[in-house]
T-cell receptor, first 114, second 114 residues
């Protein structure tokens, strides 16, 4: 079952603009991760934010986490055409049987127009 | 490091045939995951291993699916017999610890069952 739900499902912006994607989840988590998937390719890990962190930066990426609202956002600043891809949030949670699961959301398709 | 290696990249098979997908994780990674991606259901976790031992196979859809990890450098996902609804992209991923860092995904195997 999907844990995270991304919003919007699709986003189209002009090169140079910022892109913001949101993710909501349902249960408590250990950490939350964002991945990028180019068409026909595997997923690439972008950034991980732990449950006790509120904000994290990596280059042009900024991720926030609000555990009280069970939500996260991914901001890509100064977007480029090469940022065109699908972006997924994934929650890493501890299960009742002490196993871990990384559960992916449905993704946001980002199109950056040149 | 060559990353996570999956084979074959594409597989077309007839309904009823046995299909075997292969994965070589990154050396030193002690967790291995099998995911399936479809348009309808998104990314689903099928099974994962820790130190070659299956930990959680609750995502395996039916008894037709089986996965093995005979050693730290090799895993297989087998479907027998295959059905058209098994058509999907199957990803293998590995990680160093369940939550330490992000997962590294392979390029996937696109399976088409006709």
């Amino acid at each position: 079952s999907q844990q995270g739900e991304e919003d919007p499902q699709a986003l189209s912006i002009q090169e140079g603009e910022n892109a913001t994607m949101n993710c909501s989840y349902k249960t408590s988590i250990n950490n939350l991760q964002w991945y990028r998937q180019n068409s026909g390719r595997g997923l690439v890990h972008l950034i991980l934010i732990r449950s006790n962190e509120r904000e994290k930066h990596s280059g042009r990426l900024r991720v926030t986490l609000d555990t009280s609202k069970k939500s996260s956002s991914l901001l890509i600043t100064a977007s480029r055409a090469a940022d065109t891809a699908s972006y997924f949030c994934a929650t890493d949670r501890l299960e009742m049987d002490s196993s871990y699961k990384l559960i992916f959301g449905s993704g946001t398709r980002l199109l950056v127009r040149p | 490091d060559a990353g996570v290696i999956q084979s074959p990249r594409h597989e077309v098979t007839e309904m009823g045939q046995e299909v075997t997908l292969r994965c070589k994780p990154i050396s030193g990674h002690d967790y291995l995951f099998w995911y399936r991606q479809t348009m309808m259901r998104g990314l689903e976790l099928l099974i994962y291993f820790n130190n070659n031992v299956p930990i959680d196979d609750s995502g395996m859809p039916e008894d037709r699916f089986s996965a093995k990890m005979p050693n730290a450098s090799f895993s297989t996902l087998k479907i027998q017999p295959s059905e058209p609804r098994d058509s999907a992209v199957y990803f293998c991923a590995s990680s160093l610890g369940p939550t330490a860092r992000g997962y590294t995904f392979g390029s996937g195997t696109r399976l088409t069952v006709v």
